[in-house]
């Protein structure tokens, strides 16, 4: 039964003064929206790069691939004027995009620069935890050799306890591993998300940011980012022609959120998740991608103009999930 208008009015009226006492801290957004859709982050050209590169490695021919990759603490840019104290491989988050082709061997070596120990954990890889994604304590190193078995996107990172902290401080990366018939051609992007929980650091260095543990608890990121930095294919696009196949490896290094991966005013032709040789999806408008998952997106934007590329998630895309892909 509705419910009459004048004890509508009645009801609020009567509501205990508690309910409407000082606003939470953090209000919605009231502004203007801004007159394009998605319009989270501001929009900028494809005039200069973005700082941090996104279009995949070319598929490489080597059968052999030497890695050779060092950690060190560093500090990086995870949002404009934002500095955070990272645990890095080779000094970067991410790190190197890694580019194999199936029976491809990696013969790896990990140096530990770093104040404490560490180690890599190859999701691409099928070996014995206990014998390669061991500890490397610092000023020492590791070697291994695994072979590439299973096409797809993956995700690489330090497994070393707590391996919340350690991929939460910037320890993941991609390895693409290529079917041994390439895939058709098209423009491709590598895209690793991941969050943020930061605080003001200790003593005189607290304009750089450090790990929130609480917050990290609670699930309640600072930034969630493409490629280690907040927004950073919105004000720096990536760009693509009309008509052309685009293919997003999108890998979720997390730690804790799934990515609602979806190109609005796209739908994607195919998806293949984690190593499937063949499409998992198609037609498809958004896909989930797991914490510590990769799927490959194929999309083909017909008409000019701006697609942003989010995760549906829309607490992060606010928080930085958000990207341009700019047709002309
Ligand atoms: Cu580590």
Redesign the pocket.
Known sequence: MRTPFALCILLFACTPSTDRQAPAKEEAPTATPANVSHGEAPVGTTATPAPVEAAAPARSTARLHRVRLEMLDTVVTIAEGVRYRA?TFAGQVPGPVLRVTVGDTVDFTLVNRAMMP??MDFHAAEVAPSRAYVNVMPKDSLHYRWVAKVSGAFMYH?G?APAAA?IANG?YGAVIVDPARPRPAAREYVLVQSEFYTMPGAGADSATRTLDWPKFLSLAPDQVTFNGRAAQYASHPLPAKSGELVRFYVVNAGPNRVSAFHVVGGIFERVFMDGRSVPTLEGVQTVNVPVGGGSIFEVRPTEAGDYPFVSHAFADATKGAIGILKVE
């Open positions: 645990w560490h180690s330090c070393t350690h320890m």
